[in-house]
């Protein structure tokens, strides 16, 4: 099987660095800033925005516009401002509301 060297790279670094926060009190290696992949940080908010939305054994699902707002206060942790706008612009989608509040 051949394997594409850059997915892999984009691959381990979501793996590796999705928990980091922009402000550098994530995990594993307390990276800061534009120092943590860019994929590795769009994924970090995907994963912090499904976990809101989400009902788990342990908490109730949140609804878009709440998880939302928490996210974008801070509440969820530390996202690159840039990361943070494209969050927007994207969760006003018409289809991903309809989508999430189901």
């Given at each position: ?6 997915l892999v790279h984009y691959a381990y670094n979501i ?33 912090a925005y499904d976990a809101l939305i989400s009902e ?47």
């Amino acid at each position: 099987m051949k394997f594409n060297k850059k997915l892999v790279h984009y691959a381990y670094n979501i793996c590796l660095y999705h928990h980091e926060r922009y402000d550098g009190h994530g995990y594993p290696k307390g990276l800061k800033s534009d120092d943590i992949p860019l994929e590795a940080q769009v994924v970090g908010l995907a994963d912090a925005y499904d976990a809101l939305i989400s009902e788990r054994p342990y908490k109730r699902k949140i609804n878009h516009g709440e998880a939302v707002r928490m996210i974008v206060n801070g509440e969820c942790g530390s996202f690159s401002p840039k990361v943070i706008l494209s969050f927007i612009i994207a969760s006003m989608n018409k289809t991903w509301i309809e989508k999430v509040s189901k």
